[in-house]
C-alpha cells in the first residue's frame, strides 16, 4: 500500500498479547538546560542513578523492554549500558546528540546514528536493530530518515507518533507496526500508540500523557489499542518516576529564566504517583523487549 505521504509499506500481523516496553535514556538536566540557556553540560550522575531505579523495578516486576540510549550517556557511562544488557534488556539507539532529525542533514543523521550504533555495539556486543528519533521527529517533513535507516541496516524505527501534534505527528500513518519500503530496502516501523476517537487518532502512548490521564482512563485505552489488534507501545523517561524534584538551578550559576521554571513545574506535575501507576501498568499488562515481540517479522 501507498500513503498519501508516498511511503510504500505492508501491514504486519503482529501478536497483541504481548506488549512493547520501551525507555528513552536521556538526561533531562543537560537537555533542559541547553533548551532554556544554551549551556551546555555532560550527561548527570542523576540520570545514571534514575535508570538504575528503573532497571530495579523492572526487575521487581520481571518486565524486560527496549532502552533506546544516547550515545553521550553511552559513552559518559557504559558500565550503564551494559547492566541494561545484562538485565535482559534490549539496547537500542536513540542517537547521538538529541538533535531532531529535521534540524539534521541526511549525511549528519548517518554519521550521529552510526557513532550512536557502534558505540552501544561495542558495549553490549550486540548489534544494534533499532532506533527511536529524538522528540518522535520522523515526521512528513523528514521521511528520509528511513532512507537512512535502511541503507545503515537497522531492522526497525519507533519514530513516528500517527498524531497531527503541534511540534511531532503523521496523522495518517498506519496505528500499528509496518514495513515500510525505503532506500532501496525495508524496515519494519513501530508507531507509537494511540486510540481512534471522533474520527482523529489520540496519544496514550506514554510519557506525559500517562502521566496526566487518569490511570482507569489509561487502563481502557491500553485494552483498546490490543483489541484493535495491536500490541501497546510504551514509551518512558527515567527521570520521570525519580522521587527527586526536577530542578535546574543546581546545574547552573545563572538565575533559572523563566521558561526554565516553567519546564519544571510541567515536569515534576503529578510525578510523585507515576512510579505507583507504572507499577500497577506492568502488573496487570505483559511486555517484552520490541525486538522480540517483533520476531519473524523483522527477517520477512
Request: net charge positive; hydrophobic share 40%; aromatic share 12%.
Amino acid at each position: 500500500m501507498t500513503r498519501d505521504t508516498g511511503l510504500q509499506y505492508q501491514e504486519l500481523p503482529i501478536d497483541p498479547s504481548v506488549n512493547m516496553l520501551s525507555v528513552d535514556v536521556e538526561c533531562w538536566h543537560h537537555l533542559a538546560l541547553r533548551n532554556v540557556t544554551g549551556e551546555t553540560l555532560p550527561p548527570c550522575r542523576a540520570c545514571a542513578e534514575m535508570t538504575r531505579d528503573l532497571l530495579a523495578l523492572f526487575r521487581e516486576k520481571h518486565a524486560r523492554g527496549t532502552f533506546f540510549v544516547l550515545r553521550s550517556i553511552a559513552e559518559t557511562y557504559p558500565d550503564l549500558v551494559r547492566e541494561i544488557a545484562a538485565a535482559g534488556h534490549e539496547v537500542a539507539t536513540h542517537g547521538d546528540s538529541h538533535t531532531p532529525c529535521f534540524k539534521l542533514t541526511p549525511e549528519e543523521l548517518r554519521e550521529e546514528l552510526k557513532r550512536s550504533a557502534d558505540c552501544l555495539g561495542e558495549l553490549t556486543g550486540d548489534r544494534v536493530a533499532g532506533f527511536r528519533a529524538p522528540e518522535f521527529s520522523v515526521t512528513n517533513q523528514s521521511l528520509w530518515v528511513f532512507d537512512v535507516l535502511c541503507a545503515l541496516g537497522f531492522q526497525y524505527d519507533s519514530s513516528v507518533f500517527p498524531i497531527a501534534g503541534p511540534r511531532y505527528g503523521i496523522p495518517d500513518f498506519p496505528r500499528g507496526p509496518v514495513r515500510v519500503h525505503a532506500g532501496g530496502g525495508s524496515l519494519v516501523e513501530v508507531p507509537l500508540s494511540t486510540v481512534r476517537l471522533r474520527g482523529k487518532n489520540r496519544p496514550v502512548a506514554g510519557g506525559g500523557y500517562f502521566r496526566l490521564m487518569p490511570y482507569p482512563l489509561f487502563r481502557r485505552a491500553f485494552q483498546r489499542v490490543n483489541r484493535d489488534g495491536f500490541p501497546f507501545v510504551f514509551y518512558c523517561h527515567p527521570y520521570e518516576y525519580s522521587a527527586h524534584r526536577l530542578s535546574l538551578h543546581p546545574f547552573t550559576s545563572r538565575a533559572v529564566p523563566f521558561r526554565g521554571r516553567l519546564m519544571e513545574l510541567k515536569y515534576n506535575l503529578f510525578r510523585n504517583a507515576m512510579r505507583k501507576r507504572l507499577e500497577q501498568m506492568l502488573d496487570e499488562f505483559r511486555f517484552a523487549p520490541i525486538r522480540e515481540v517483533l520476531g519473524n517479522a523483522l527477517d520477512s
